[in-house]
């Protein structure tokens, strides 16, 4: 059982816009930035999103990130189908010295 | 470029041992830290274990504490993963990854190394 919680799976049709949401503590996300990250089948997990809501060079505007108290979310815009994918939700926990935690991920399906 | 390069998984019993290792290069090795995830087969993701930039400091998952042990060799730009006692739920894909400051996101990630638990 992971310390955040993610919905198991999401969908969506090509162009439309889904949300994946990821529910923590005040230990963790209520005290630390959030991060998402992208694994595609058969691949490393690659980083999305970082410090809640800011996007690495590379990664297209469609994936945005917010946070709000104990509770952060995902949102991908204009789904494409090389969006199928997981997505993780993560930040470090002031309860677990030095400790980081996930979500337990969520399946992402492009119908 | 970025590159994390992980070796030395394979198949093990359960109490056995194995070394992980993380070949590191394209950037300053020694002014980040460093840390191990790890993935089950069908699973997420669970961090592992985290190491300062100096080794100094060292935090783990309290499943393996006691029983694994992250170190660094700033000299060879290498993180390693020792892995005592190894149990059946230690099955997983084991990924080092950058970290890209204390409590900050892991930003590049290795191609992981599998380790089995089996007898």
């Known amino acids: 059982q992971s310390v955040l919680t993610q919905p198991p799976s999401a969908s969506g049709t090509p162009g439309q816009r889904v949300t994946i949401s990821c529910s923590g503590s005040s230990s963790n996300i209520g005290s630390n930035t959030v991060n998402w990250y992208q694994q595609l089948p058969g691949t490393a997990p690659k980083l999305l999103i970082y410090?809640?809501?800011q996007r690495p060079s590379g990664v297209p505007d469609r994936f945005s990130g917010s946070k709000s108290g104990t509770s952060a979310s995902l949102a991908i815009s204009g789904l494409q189908s090389e969006d199928e994918a997981d997505y993780y939700c993560a930040a470090w926990d002031d309860s677990l010295n030095g400790s980081v935690v996930f979500g337990g991920g969520t399946k992402l399906t492009v119908l | 470029e970025v590159q994390l390069v992980e070796s030395g998984g394979g198949l093990v019993q359960p109490g056995g041992s194995l070394r992980l290792s993380c070949a590191a290069s394209g950037f300053t090795f020694s002014s980040y830290w460093m840390s191990w995830v790890r993935q089950a087969p069908g699973k997420g993701l669970e961090w592992v274990a985290n190491i300062k930039q100096d080794g100094s400091e060292k935090y783990y998952v309290d499943s393996v504490k006691g029983r694994f042990t992250i170190s660094r060799d700033n000299a060879k730009n290498s993180l390693y993963l020792q892995m005592n006692s190894l149990r059946a739920e230690d099955t997983a894909v084991y990924y080092c990854?950058?970290?890209?400051?204390?409590?900050?996101?892991?930003?590049?990630w290795g191609q992981g190394t599998l380790v089995t638990v089996s007898s």
């Open positions: 410090s809640n809501n």
């Open positions: 990854a950058r970290v890209w400051e204390w409590l900050g996101e892991f930003d590049y």
